[in-house]
């Protein structure tokens, strides 16, 4: 049970970053928009790529 779990939480992280990038293709690319769409991408696509750096450190 425990280790479905963990993989569970790593698919949802990735659902997740795959529904972030979705959204963010959806703002308008002016100045405000280039901006808000990098800081979006960054900190919803991070959670996953940090969640399998911090398994692989176990």
């Given at each position: 049970?425990?280790?479905?779990?963990?993989?569970?939480?790593?698919e949802?992280?990735?659902?997740?970053?795959?529904?972030?990038?979705q959204?963010?293709?959806?703002?308008?690319?002016?100045?405000?928009?280039?901006?808000?769409?990098?800081?979006?991408?960054?900190?919803?696509?991070?959670?996953?790529?940090?969640y399998?750096?911090?398994?692989?450190?176990?």
């Amino acid at each position: 049970m425990e280790n479905k779990k963990k993989f569970d939480l790593n698919e949802r992280f990735i659902s997740l970053a795959a529904l972030i990038i979705q959204y963010a293709e959806k703002i308008q690319r002016n100045e405000t928009g280039q901006y808000l769409y990098g800081q979006l991408l960054c900190s919803g696509t991070s959670p996953a790529l940090h969640y399998g750096e911090a398994l692989s450190a176990e």
